[in-house]
């Protein structure tokens, strides 16, 4: 069995960081997390500058990238406009984000959940024009910072209507990292019955973010997203710890006998180096190169 594990953290990794990583160093990461086998990479974010900093010069992020055959090279977007420059940027595939929650996706990008669902509706229409590849991420899906607890019954009604023009892959998102693996299971089951593709994205701030992984992964996803290092967080919820780090994943999944690809040393050695930029230890750097065998 194999899995595709998708890498954020050019992307949701980096966004929230005090320090900002010029894009030929961004495009650097993507290069390392590439060369450590992994297929497809979050790369840039084609978002305002004035508003997220950190992601100026997606453009040059993807123009600075030595591309490995195989290797999938994606770009969010939140609204048309973004979606233009990541075409024109040439990116793989498109990812666009909406919230669950009303007061979430005003905060995050000035749109209701009615209004995300029109614009990721319009966008799927334009990528299958374009024939361009396309996620639709369902943010807050297990939990809100202000509105609380999310029903999956809601959630479930985002899906069914984003399925009236499908994307590649629908993704439900634990953006706050409050989820529980009962939740995995129910939305990833109850989306795939609404016959979505289906990803998830944890994080990892109660230290359910792995069993969560496991729960989603028996229930039928075919794609996990996770950041080198664990790095990343939400800058709603200044106490959500980031992502599940790509190097626990892998290992993880390599324990239950999937394949991902990935050279567990060279990874970890772009975990350290990645924490050396940003000036301090990454969550998913208490193992070191080598201390993996190759097999489990």
Same mark, same amino acid.
């Given at each position: 069995?194999?899995?595709?594990?998708?890498?954020?953290? $050019?992307?949701?990794?980096?966004?929230?960081?005090?320090?900002?990583?010029?894009?030929?160093?961004?495009?650097?990461?993507?290069?390392?997390?590439?060369?450590?086998?992994?297929?497809?990479?979050?790369?840039?974010?084609?978002?305002?500058?004035?508003?997220?900093?950190?992601?100026?010069g997606a453009e040059e992020v993807m123009a600075a990238l030595?591309?490995?055959?195989?290797?999938?090279?994606?770009?969010?977007?939140?609204?048309?406009?973004?979606?233009?420059?990541?075409?024109?940027?040439?990116?793989?595939?498109?990812?666009?984000?909406?919230?669950?929650?009303?007061?979430?996706?005003?905060?995050?990008?000035?749109?209701?959940?009615?209004?995300?669902?029109?614009?990721?509706?319009?966008?799927?229409?334009?990528?299958?024009?374009?024939?361009?590849?396309?996620?639709?991420?369902?943010?807050?899906?297990?939990?809100?910072?202000?509105?609380?607890?999310?029903? $999956?019954?809601?959630?479930?009604?985002?899906?069914?209507?984003?399925?009236?023009?499908?994307?590649?892959?629908?993704?439900?998102?634990?953006?706050?990292?409050?989820?529980?693996?009962?939740?995995?299971?129910?939305?990833?089951?109850?989306?795939?019955?609404?016959?979505?593709?289906?990803?998830?994205?944890?994080?990892?701030?109660?230290?359910?973010?792995?069993?969560n992984a496991v729960a989603a992964l028996d229930a039928g996803?075919?794609?996990?997203?996770?950041?080198?290092?664990?790095?990343?967080?939400?800058p709603f919820a200044p106490k959500a710890t980031g992502n599940?780090?790509?190097?626990?994943?892998?290992?993880?999944?390599?324990?239950?006998?999937?394949?991902?690809?990935?050279?567990?040393?060279?990874?970890?050695?772009?975990?350290?180096?990645?924490?050396?930029?940003?000036?301090?230890?990454?969550?998913?750097?208490?193992?070191?190169?080598?201390?993996? $065998?190759?097999?489990?």
């Amino acid at each position: 069995m194999s899995l595709l594990i998708c890498d954020v953290g $050019p992307r949701d990794g980096l966004q929230n960081e005090a320090r900002t990583l010029e894009p030929s160093v961004r495009a650097e990461l993507c290069d390392r997390l590439a060369a450590a086998g992994v297929k497809r990479i979050e790369a840039a974010s084609f978002v305002n500058p004035k508003l997220v900093p950190q992601m100026a010069g997606a453009e040059e992020v993807m123009a600075a990238l030595h591309r490995l055959p195989g290797t999938v090279y994606a770009g969010l977007v939140l609204n048309e406009q973004g979606y233009e420059r990541a075409s024109a940027a040439g990116v793989d595939e498109v990812h666009y984000a909406l919230s669950a929650t009303d007061t979430f996706g005003l905060r995050n990008q000035n749109a209701t959940t009615a209004q995300g669902i029109d614009t990721a509706l319009s966008l799927a229409r334009r990528a299958r024009a374009d024939r361009m590849p396309i996620t639709v991420t369902v943010s807050v899906a297990f939990g809100c910072p202000f509105e609380g607890p999310v029903a $999956p019954k809601r959630v479930l009604e985002i899906v069914e209507r984003l399925m009236e023009v499908p994307a590649d892959e629908i993704s439900v998102a634990d953006t706050i990292g409050v989820g529980v693996p009962k939740q995995a299971t129910e939305l990833v089951e109850g989306a795939r019955k609404l016959g979505a593709t289906v990803g998830a994205h944890f994080h990892n701030t109660r230290n359910t973010g792995y069993a969560n992984a496991v729960a989603a992964l028996d229930a039928g996803v075919v794609s996990l997203d996770s950041s080198v290092g664990g790095a990343g967080g939400c800058p709603f919820a200044p106490k959500a710890t980031g992502n599940i780090a790509t190097e626990d994943l892998a290992y993880l999944l390599r324990g239950l006998g999937i394949e991902t690809g990935i050279d567990m040393d060279r990874l970890i050695e772009c975990s350290l180096w990645l924490g050396g930029l940003l000036g301090k230890e990454l969550p998913g750097m208490v193992a070191r190169a080598g201390d993996f $065998p190759q097999k489990v």
